[in-house]
């Protein structure tokens, strides 16, 4: 499967953006669909893993309660939709693929650029 993640911008803290995981040559619902970001300086952080039955898997302290990950098997698409968004959620985001539920990621999207001003 190929990854396209998209819908990264400017958002002021406390706005809200929806990011986009958008598969080609293979449907996402046969993968376990993880959500990743790094900040500059910062290590990776896993977000969230969304398993092939479209159920949320995991889930990170740092986002739950204000990110949702649904999933649309029409458009083989898994977006992030986030809401209240802080200044230090500013960070390269990425989505990857995982062919077992181990969250071991095989194929992974380009990042796309999430800047929250305050």
């Known amino acids: 499967v190929q990854l396209q993640a998209s819908g990264g911008g400017q958002v002021q803290s406390g706005g809200s953006l929806r990011l986009s995981c958008t598969g080609s040559?293979?449907?996402?619902?046969?993968?376990?669909i993880g959500w990743l970001r790094q900040a500059p300086g910062k290590e990776r952080e896993e977000l969230a893993c969304?398993?092939?039955?479209?159920?949320?898997?995991y889930v990170a302290d740092s986002v739950k309660g204000r990110f949702t990950f649904p999933r649309d098997d029409a458009k083989n698409a898994v977006y992030l939709q986030t809401n209240n968004v802080k200044p230090e959620d500013t960070a390269v985001y990425y989505c990857?693929?995982?062919?077992?539920?181990?969250?071991?990621?095989?194929?992974w999207g380009q990042g796309t650029q999430v800047t929250v001003s305050s």
């Open positions: 990857a693929a995982a062919l077992t539920s181990t969250r071991d990621y095989d194929y």
């Open positions: 040559g293979d449907t996402v619902d046969g993968y376990a």
């Open positions: 969304i398993n092939s039955s479209g159920g949320v898997a």
